[in-house]
């Protein structure tokens, strides 16, 4: 596939993360066809392309029904917890998440998720270690849906300095699970961007319909505790500590 015009649309209908409407779109209506699985990952994640009039792209398709049963979080629902983690960025207005939608597959109902190109040159470890103001934002965002599995890995850089993050399937617990690779900002002051994007989050639960949109794919719990953990980075505003009585890091890391 040829490389979009400034991650956008492409003049051979070739969709990136740029257009963020038309992606949605493609994603929504179009015609998944697999072309192979990402053996690496935990749960069935396939790799596929998607057209629909004219346009576009690749992307992962992780249907539910590959899903691996967890202890700590209910069957069936690591699809409807990335569509909800998508929402969540699309809110706070840092486009952390990929396009991401719910729909039917090949094999079944299940997430489907704009694939991204990563820089090939970019040092991953590094950026994880690192101040990148992108990466920063993304612990922010992290703490706010509860991630228990923020590894290296996940980090998506592309060229032009943006970086996404990817598997989100494990967020949103109601309990404190924020498991991570970015605790470098503990216990600092937010920025005054983090702190604009968390008032413009909270503000749509409110009145923007957004707790009705989490409530069709998350509980009722996980909900009002996605809200509290708004209100209390909000009222102390620093990033959060790990948590006393869960491991604070992923394994493996990367």
């Known amino acids: 596939m040829s490389q979009p015009s400034r991650y956008g649309v492409g003049g051979d209908g070739s969709v990136g993360p740029a257009d963020v409407e038309t992606a949605v779109r493609l994603l929504q209506h179009g015609e998944i066809t697999v072309e192979g699985r990402l053996v690496a990952a935990t749960n069935a994640t396939l790799y596929c392309s998607i057209e629909f ?71 991953v470890l590094a950026l994880s270690r690192g101040d990148d103001p992108a990466v920063r934002r993304m612990a922010v965002f992290d703490a706010v849906v509860n991630n228990a599995d923020r590894k290296v890995g996940h980090l998506l850089p592309i060229a032009s300095g943006h970086v996404y ?3 989100h399937g494990v967020c949103f617990s109601d309990e404190y699970k924020l498991r991570t690779v970015l605790w470098q900002w503990r216990g ?19 009145r923007d319909g957004l707790t009705a949109r989490l409530r069709a794919l998350l509980s009722e719990p996980e909900v009002e505790a996605t809200i509290g953990r708004v209100d209390l980075m909000l009222k102390h505003r620093i990033h959060p500590y790990p948590p006393e009585d869960w491991p604070a890091i992923p394994w493996p890391p990367v």
């Not at 398709?61 to 049963?69: L, V």
């Not at 600092?188 to 409110?206: I, P, S, Y």
Request: proline share 8%; net charge negative; hydrophobic share 35%.
């Open 188 to 206: 600092k002051d937010l920025t005054g961007e983090a702190v604009e994007a968390l008032q413009r989050l909270r503000h749509a639960f409110d």
């Open 53 to 123: 009039e004219g346009l576009r792209a690749n992307c992962v398709y992780k249907p539910i029904s590959g899903e691996r049963p967890l202890w700590d979080f209910p069957d069936g629902t690591l699809a409807g917890r990335e569509v909800a983690a998508y929402v969540i960025s699309e809110q706070m207005g840092w486009r952390i998440v990929p396009p991401t939608v719910h729909r039917d597959g090949p094999f079944g109902p299940g997430m489907v998720q704009l694939w991204i190109d990563q820089d090939g040159d970019a040092d």
């Open 165 to 167: 993050g990817c598997d």
